[in-house]
C-alpha cells in the first residue's frame, strides 16, 4: 500500500510540473493527490507497521500491535493535526494577500512609481532589483513580483527590452523573500512550524541573500539589454486622478504587515492571529478613507457609482488568488500523508547516514548541507513548497538550527535558476509571455550564479557567527 501512496504522489508531482504541457491548473493533481493518499491510508490502515508522531517527531512503538479502531482514531487525530498546521499558513497568507489588496485598491503602488524619474536602463534596473528584494521581504516575492511588472509596464514599453527587467525582478524577490518570515510561503512555512525565528533568520540570510540579487544585477549591468536609455514614452497614468488616500494607504498597509513578526515575539500567539489583527486595523482605516473618499469627489458620479456597492474589504477578498490557496491546501496535506507514514523521515535518516563521497563517509553537517544544495536545485524543477514541506517531514533538528537557514536560502532563491521554479516566476511568465527556454537562455545562468555566491556567504556567514 505505501507502493501505491508513493506512486500517486509522484504521478501527483509530474502533473503539477507539466502544468502547462497538460492544460490543467496545478491545483487539480494537488487536491486529487491529496484526497487519494489520505483515503489509501486509511482503507489500508490495518497494513502499515509504523507512524510518525508528529508532535514528538518521532516513530510511534508497537504502531502494527494496536487495534484497529485505535489506529482510526490516531490517524484521525494526525489528520486533524496537519490540517491546523496547514490552516495557519493558509490563513496567513489570506491576511496578507487581502492587505496587499486594500493597498492596491487605493492606488497605493503608484506611490512607488513616482519615485522613479530617470530614463538609464541600468539605473532602472538597479532601482527595481532593490524594490524587488524589499517588498518581497515585506509583501512577499509573489505580491512584489505582480506590483512591479505592473509598474514596469507602465514605464518601459518595449517588450523585448521589459523580460530582461521581468527577469531580473524575478531573482531579486527570490532573494528578497528568503530573509524575511513574510517573504516567501516557504519561509513562512518554516517560521509557523518553529523552526526559524525572525532575528535569527535576518540574521543569517540577509547577507546572503543580498549577495544572491547583488551579483545577477551587477552582471546584467554589462550586458547589452541594460545599455543606453529607455526611449521616451507617454504616460498613460500621468493625468488621472489620484486618491489623496494612495500613500497613507501604502505605508499604513506595509507597516501592518510587517508588525506581525514583532506581534508573535511579544504575545508568543501563532503568526496568523496578529496577520488578522493587522488586517482588522487596515480594514478599518479604508473604511473611513472609503467614506470620505464619497464625501468628497461626490460629484464625480461614475467613481462614486463604482464603488458605492461594496466596501474596500469586500472587494479586495474577491480578487484574492483562491487557486493558490487551494493549491498549497492540497500539496501540504498530501506531504503531510508521506510524513505520517514514517516515509519521509525513514528516507532522510538513510539519506544522512548513507552518503558517501569517493567511497568513504563525510561529516553529518556536509552532508545536510549537500542535501539542501540539491533541494535548493530541485525547488528549480518542482515547486519549493512541497520540497520545505517534505524537509519539515525529514530533519528533527531544533529551532534556529542552521540546517533551517539554509533550507530557507535554498528553497527560497534556487527557484530563480527555471521560470517555472518560483511563485513569482510563474506570475511573471503569465504576465509578460515569457518564454521558458529564453529564460533558460538568458537568466538561468545568472539565478545560479547568484545563488552559489549566496550559498558561499551563508557558510562562511555561518562559521563567522558560530
Known sequence: METVIIAVFVIGYLAITLEHNLKIDKLIPALVMMAISWALISLGIDDFTQWFDSGKHALLDNFGLLAHE?????????????????????VFLLGAMTIVEIIDYFDGFSTIKSFIRTKSKVRILWIFSFLAFILSAIIDNLTATIVLISILQKIVSNRSVRIWYAGLIIIAANAGGAWSPIGDVTTTMLW?????????????????SLVCMLIPSTIASFLPAFKGELEEDIDED???????????????????IVSVPVFKTVTHLPPYVGMMLALGVVAVFAEIYSSSKFSVSGVDS???????????VHHSLSKIEMPSILFFLGILMAVAALESL?????????????????????????????????LGVGSAVIDNVPLVAASLGMFSEGVDDQLWHFIAYSAGTGGSMLIIGSAAGV?????????????LKKIS??????????????FLTRMWLA
Open 238 to 256: 500621468a493625468n488621472k486622478p489620484k486618491s489623496k488616500f494612495s500613500s497613507t494607504m501604502l505605508y499604513l498597509g506595509l507597516g501592518a
Open 342 to 374: 514514517g516515509l519521509l523521515f525513514g528516507f532522510a535518516n538513510n539519506l544522512k547516514e548513507g552518503m558517501p563521497m569517493m567511497g568513504t563517509e563525510i561529516d553529518g553537517t556536509l552532508v545536510s548541507d549537500l542535501v539542501v544544495l540539491l
Open 427 to 439: 506570475v511573471a511568465m503569465g504576465m509578460e509571455k515569457i518564454d521558458f527556454f529564453w529564460y
Open 192 to 208: 509557523i512550524g518553529d523552526k526559524v525565528t525572525t532575528l535569527n533568520l535576518i540574521k543569517y540570510l540577509l547577507l546572503p
Open 302 to 312: 461614475e467613481e462614486s457609482d463604482s464603488h458605492a456597492h461594496h466596501s474596500p
Open 445 to 458: 545562468w545568472l539565478a545560479l550564479v547568484g545563488f552559489l555566491g549566496g550559498a558561499l556567504v551563508f
Open 70 to 90: 485505535e489506529k482510526m482514531h490516531l490517524m484521525e487525530e494526525t489528520l486533524l493535526h496537519h490540517l491546523g498546521k496547514t490552516a495557519e499558513i493558509l
